[in-house]
Nanobody, 117 residues
């Protein structure tokens, strides 16, 4: 029923760009806060960007480089990643957090982003 599918990850050189996509299905897109998290090996999963009620928030490490956006018609959330650094290397996960039910949240399977020359 509920599914989040990330795509767009891959290998990119430092300074390059990638655009991640998260296609949502099985729930009412507009009733959920949408976020991107990332997790590198041996590290905790961290919040990268969040879109809630038209507002956006970013981790300090990605401010000015990453942009989260929504396409409501496509039920898709994007993460435009610019000026990528090796430390951005991680698995990136899409998250949907219900604005109606506190315990209702979902995760995608993750997409690998590797920044290396």
């Amino acid at each position: 029923q509920v599914r989040l599918v990330e795509s767009g990850g891959g290998l990119v050189q430092p300074g390059g760009s990638l655009r991640l996509s998260c296609e949502a299905s099985g729930f009412t897109f507009s009733n959920y806060a949408m976020s991107w998290y990332r997790q590198a090996p041996g590290k905790e999963r961290e919040l990268v960007a969040r879109s809630v009620a038209g507002r956006t928030n970013y981790a300090d490490s990605v401010k000015g480089r990453f942009i989260i956006s929504r396409d409501k018609a496509k039920n898709t959330v994007y993460l435009q990643m610019n000026s990528l650094k090796p430390e951005d290397t991680a698995v990136y996960y899409c998250n949907a957090d219900s604005l109606i039910i506190d315990s209702d949240d979902y995760w995608g399977q993750g997409t690998q982003v590797t920044v290396s020359s």
